[in-house]
């Protein structure tokens, strides 16, 4: 890991893996949240499933967090190292005519977009460890869908949710094709489908989060 996080280079490689990852963790989240607009005891189910797996709860879920932190201390350093690189601006350089804004400041959408973690683990993974390893409850199968229903009561949290995915939207609009290209997928055939497909999922994916959390506002 040293060794690949030596060079700009390879630290855009292990960014890229890191990203991947999380795409495919995204859809998984989103995917298992959704059930909680279709059925109260399916989302039980998979919930109490996924807090209570050992392979889960000891090998995916701190490989998550792993990745997560990874992907933005690297996203961070290398902004420094580009900024670093090119401390003055070019006077007549025109970024929007070369560039999408969203490229340009990936690390403000990053920054923002993190800021929302921390809000979702205040929300939700630090009440579920209090809860099973603190206070020490027995599991209960029923508890799951009650809890997320309850946490979207105020409008104003439903607002920050909806503000968030849309900057997550933003940002993996960028972060989608630029994952590819750093580890090398670069085909005049193959790019502009995975293009499309990275744009559909920017919105598709975003969408789907912001739609439970206003499901949830208004069927209080």
């Keep these: ?49 996924m807090g209570y797996n050992p392979a889960v709860q000891y090998l995916l879920q701190p490989v ?34 070369n560039s999408s804004w969203m490229s340009r400041n990936m690390i403000i959408s990053g920054a923002v977009v993190l800021a929302f973690l921390a809000l979702h683990f205040y929300d939700f993974y630090f009440p579920e460890m209090n809860y099973k390893y603190i206070q020490g409850n027995t599991p209960d199968e029923t508890r799951y869908w009650a809890e997320l229903h309850h946490k979207f009561h105020d409008i104003w949290r439903v607002l920050l949710y909806v503000v968030a995915f849309v900057l997550l939207g933003l940002h993996l609009a960028h972060g989608f094709q630029s994952s590819f290209q ?16 990275g744009n559909w999922y920017s919105i598709l994916i975003p969408l789907g989060f912001i739609f439970i959390a206003i499901f949830h506002f208004v069927t209080q």
């Design 182 to 197: 750093s580890i090398g997928a670069r085909h005049p055939k193959y790019t502009p489908i995975i293009k499309a497909f």
């Design 64 to 97: 998550l967090m792993i990745a997560v932190i990874f992907h933005f201390v690297m996203g961070f350093v290398l902004e420094v190292k580009n900024n670093k690189a090119r401390p003055v601006k070019y006077a007549n350089n025109n970024g929007a005519a």
């Design 1 to 49: 890991m040293a060794g690949l996080t030596s060079s700009t280079i390879g630290r855009k490689y292990a960014m890229a893996l890191s990203a991947m990852f999380l795409l495919i963790f995204l859809v998984m989240h989103m995917s298992t949240n959704m059930t909680s607009v279709f059925s109260e005891d399916a989302f039980n189910n998979a919930s109490h499933f």
